[in-house]
């Protein structure tokens, strides 16, 4: 049973392009969350999305972030015009249906801004 | 609002020493504790848990106490290995909501 699959596993871009982060859920799982590493700080979370819905945004920055969840295919944070702030690992995790206190964690994405 | 505090790092040790490191929280509640580990180039994997006041969570070899009146969590070995050496994040998820708060990790290298 594969686990977690987020790609790529690292991603360079210069500021102002477009970073997209992708997730595949653990098979079965139908909740996906993303969390957020910046440098020397632990992981915080940005947003907990169901298949076609979000449900949970409230760790996400206002501007330039945004996530789905598609019925079909993985979840993708995107992340419009990056700039040097947003070099980070970024985190996806899974979890069964109903069962919120249990996630599993993908190896994540680092993401470097130049 | 919820939050965890973690030893920081990083932490050195020689093989087969006793291994602490020290998680604190705060929760409204009463929160599900997690230690989770991570080694080099992969993922954070679920090293034990515990979901209420005075439960142990234990998986190889490692433990830790769920103690609520010193609102504490710390993870303990008696005998670390070279394979050890990982970061690890101490996390809650409090009972209501979908995230979970995690601390800044803690390195550990093992010596031979």
């Known amino acids: 049973n594969a686990g977690v699959m987020q790609n790529p596993r690292h991603l360079v871009r210069r500021r102002g392009q477009e970073a997209r982060l992708r997730c595949s859920p653990m098979?079965?799982?139908?909740?996906v969350y993303w969390y957020r590493q910046l440098p020397e700080e632990g992981l915080k979370f940005m947003v907990y999305?169901?298949?076609?819905?979000?449900?949970?945004e409230s760790g996400m920055p206002k501007e330039r972030f945004s996530a789905e969840f598609p019925k079909e295919g993985p979840s993708i944070l995107r992340i419009q015009q990056v700039v040097r702030g947003d070099s980070a690992a970024y985190f996806c995790?899974?979890?069964?249906?109903?069962?919120?206190?249990?996630?599993?964690f993908g190896a994540g994405t680092r993401l470097s801004v130049l | 609002g919820d939050s965890v505090t973690q030893m920081e790092g990083p932490v050195t040790l020689s093989e087969e020493a006793f291994l602490t490191i020290n998680c604190t929280y705060t929760?409204?509640?009463?929160?599900?504790l997690f230690w989770y580990v991570q080694y080099p180039g992969e993922g954070l994997q679920l090293l034990l848990k515990?979901?209420?006041?005075?439960d142990k969570g234990s998986n190889k070899g490692f433990e830790a106490t769920y103690r609520k009146e010193t609102t504490s969590f710390h993870l303990e070995k008696g005998s670390v290995q070279v394979s050890d050496s990982a970061v690890y994040f101490c996390?809650?998820?409090?009972?209501?909501?979908?995230?979970?708060?995690f601390g800044t990790g803690t390195s550990l290298t093992v010596i031979p």
């Open positions: 515990a979901t209420k006041a005075d």
């Open positions: 995790a899974s979890s069964p249906s109903g069962t919120q206190n249990i996630q599993y």
């Open positions: 098979k079965g799982h139908s909740h």
């Open positions: 996390a809650l998820s409090p009972n209501t909501g979908n995230q979970f708060y």
């Open positions: 999305l169901q298949k076609e819905n979000i449900i949970d």
């Open positions: 929760a409204t509640g009463y929160p599900s």
